[in-house]
């Protein structure tokens, strides 16, 4: 059986993770959750990630675009999905995202997320 492509999910708040975990699994993804916080980016332990889920509003910590930077070294092959509350995808994101989704809809998530990895 294939394996599932892993999404990394990366959000300021830990209900959000959840939540957004819950919606790829049950999609048939594989959720890695990664909280932002006080102190950066505590990247998992996965070798490979397919895709990224990205909230824009980070909270006071780190904005999208210096969490942009940070996976896009670590993971320079996944394609970034960008999740907001906004009506478009903000211009300086431009650079590192390869889509946007506004929150709401998780069939259009789910959607994206599938036209973005294998």
């Given at each position: 059986?294939?394996?599932?492509?892993?999404?990394l999910i990366?959000?300021?708040?830990p209900l959000h993770l959840q939540l957004y975990g819950m919606i790829v699994e049950k999609a048939g993804f594989r959720?890695?959750?990664m909280l932002v916080a006080y102190g950066g980016l505590k990247f998992p332990e996965?070798?490979?990630?397919?895709?990224?889920?990205?909230d824009y509003r980070l909270g006071p910590y780190?904005?999208?675009v210096d969490a942009s930077r940070q996976i896009k070294e670590r993971?320079?092959?996944a394609p970034?999905?960008?999740?907001?509350?906004?009506?478009d995808a903000p211009a300086d994101t431009a650079p590192f995202i390869h889509g946007f989704v506004r929150k709401g809809s998780p069939e259009k998530l789910i959607a994206a997320l599938r036209a973005?990895?294998?």
């Open positions: 059986m294939p394996e599932k492509p892993s999404i990366v959000d300021d708040d959720g890695l959750p996965a070798d490979q990630v397919d895709a990224v889920l990205m780190m904005t999208a993971y320079p092959a970034v999905l960008l999740l907001s509350d906004l009506y973005l990895t294998p």
